[in-house]
């Protein structure tokens, strides 16, 4: 029943962060919002994408058939509780990810095109952490694992968290700095890669002093 439910929760997650997101980009934008085919094939970008999907695709399908088929679960998280853990993440994990894809407005895409300069969007989601769509996926997918977690879906999960390191690190975030420059700089040195407070961007001393005065400035607007 889990698997079914695993499965079930997948395309549900894949039509509305997937079909419904584009179709809305493209009813508001004349514009599908898709990049990925910018990204030759073999290059990083196209390997970051095809390993993100390849881990999504392994947890949502692959790990409800290996159940289906009798591959045993982990021991350690066979329990009634994680199971229904599971469910709660993935579907607060599919509305969290589909409300900051919505915050994004037209700046919202898959993949990089170097020759757009897209809004930078700084607040709501965005001010808790730098990748929250990518922050609610995971958490997702994790819920879909617990679901049936055998050690097929754990190791999809373990590939997209892989792709989608990757794909931050290594592509966007260097495309956002060029793009945006100094604003994206101190964006990325307050606010986390993924979770709160963590991987935030170092920069030199002249530009953290900056960033904490102004977040001192800010903190004292707020409370006076």
């Known amino acids: ?30 514009d599908s919002g898709n990049r990925r085919t910018l990204s030759p094939s073999g290059s990083l970008g196209w390997s970051a994408l095809t390993a993100t999907d390849i881990g999504y695709l392994t947890v949502g399908v692959g790990g409800p058939l290996a159940a289906w088929l009798g591959l045993p679960p982990v021991s350690a998280l066979q329990h009634p509780p994680v199971q229904v853990l599971g469910v709660v993440l993935a579907v607060m994990g599919i509305l969290a990810a589909f409300e900051a ?4 407005g037209a700046s919202w895409r898959i993949g990089v095109d170097d020759r757009e300069r897209t809004a930078l969007v ?12 990518f922050t609610a996926a995971l958490i997702a997918f994790l819920g879909l694992a617990l679901m049936v977690p055998n050690l097929v879906a754990l190791i999809g999960w373990v590939l ?3 792709g989608i390191q990757t794909q931050i690190r290594l592509i966007e975030e260097p495309h ?12 990325a040195a307050r606010v986390g890669r993924f979770l ?21 400035e800010a903190d004292g607007g707020q409370h006076g």
């Open 1 to 30: 029943m889990m698997a079914a439910a695993a499965l079930a929760l997948f395309v549900v997650m894949m039509l509305i962060l997937g079909a419904l997101r584009t179709l809305i980009q493209r009813r508001r934008t004349g």
């Open 101 to 104: 894809q919505m915050a994004l």
């Open 122 to 133: 700084t607040t709501g989601l965005f001010g808790w952490v730098r990748n929250p769509i």
């Open 160 to 162: 997209a968290l892989s």
């Open 176 to 187: 956002l700095k060029r793009v945006h420059g100094e604003p994206y700089t101190r964006y």
């Open 196 to 216: 709160p407070g963590l991987g935030r961007l170092r920069t030199d001393r002249r530009d953290t002093t900056e960033v904490d005065r102004n977040d001192r």
